[in-house]
């Protein structure tokens, strides 16, 4: 069995992370897959996803904040658009996070959160959760 | 078919590559499938999973050094824990990998061994296996 | 249903992103599956694979560039080879990406495009694509 899911994030800084995780368990629910895998897809390439805490909001602010020192825009960068930081920052962070589906339901670390992370906002960005399964 | 499995790793220092290639393989050969894939999940935010080289040693080491020049420590971080650094290293190197199944093994290259990177340790850590095929 | 394809890509310099996207879309159409996932992945220890613009060739340019900034050549590293940072770099950008199926091709976002990243070429390099769904 599989299914195909799609819902959008509304960014609001140049860098933010927001937390999709019920948008994502949402999709998990609606397929009716119960033992399987979730593959939650940003079709874009300036923005990633990734999973980090949930609990202090400081953990995002400060996973930015050293991207940021990683991957700084750089007068030696050529693509004309001017953002090539946030591409280097989509091909650090990755484009999807594979998770696991265990009894109709995301199967999460205790401290974990799905984050869609934006790198070049504001912008309305969309997201694919592909399930599959039994 | 689909399987799930899980094991645990302890580690001993607080940044440590443990080599879990041989944990994985069983759980490919309990699961019974023989065609498809394996996701290795690591249910954590301040530890990850990675592919890299199991001929030498001192990669895991040479790595290791550079994560932490990447991501040092810094006075600036607001995370009341401390370990925002390790956090910076779990979305660089992320949560998961997905590794291909065939003939009921993993279809690794000749060097490629599974790396689960602890980044705050020492703890007792947990290693989840989904694979999925027939 | 699950088909397993393999081609092969030659790197021309140390550092190179290859578009492998046609490759990926054959492997998938000849997979005759509609619906699913598929698993991209680089047997290899010094290169690896990751979405990004497949518009503007700088982008790629501008990230190999920030990449060997973030993971240069350092006298500290001990591995004989003399090739950690590209090890380096394999660890950080990732070997496999997983993509969505749908209607029987790549569900890509309008800019993104799958690239193989050579991190110590020249060489001859294998790709591995597992296309799995129904």
């Known amino acids: 069995m599989t299914e195909l899911n799609e819902f959008s994030v509304r960014s609001r800084g140049r860098n933010e992370w927001i937390d999709v995780t019920g948008d994502v368990r ?3 629910a609606d397929s009716g ?3 399987g ?3 939650v897809f940003v079709p874009h390439t300036t923005a990633a996803v990734t999973l980090n805490e ?3 909001p400081d953990v995002g602010r400060d996973v930015n904040l050293q991207l940021s020192a990683i991957s700084p ?3 030696e960068f050529r693509h004309s658009e001017g953002n090539s930081d946030a591409h280097v920052k989509t091909s650090l962070v990755g484009p999807s996070v594979t998770l696991i589906v265990s009894g109709g339901d995301l199967l999460l670390g205790t401290w974990q959160a799905v984050w869609f992370t934006e790198f070049d906002g504001p912008r309305t960005r969309k ?3 592909r399930v599959l399964g039994e």
Do not use: Q
């Open 54 to 56: 949930n609990a202090d």
């Open 37 to 39: 895998i979730c593959v």
């Open 33 to 35: 897959i119960k033992e």
């Open 26 to 28: 949402r999709a998990v």
């Open 127 to 129: 997201i694919l959760v």
């Open 73 to 75: 825009d750089r007068p």
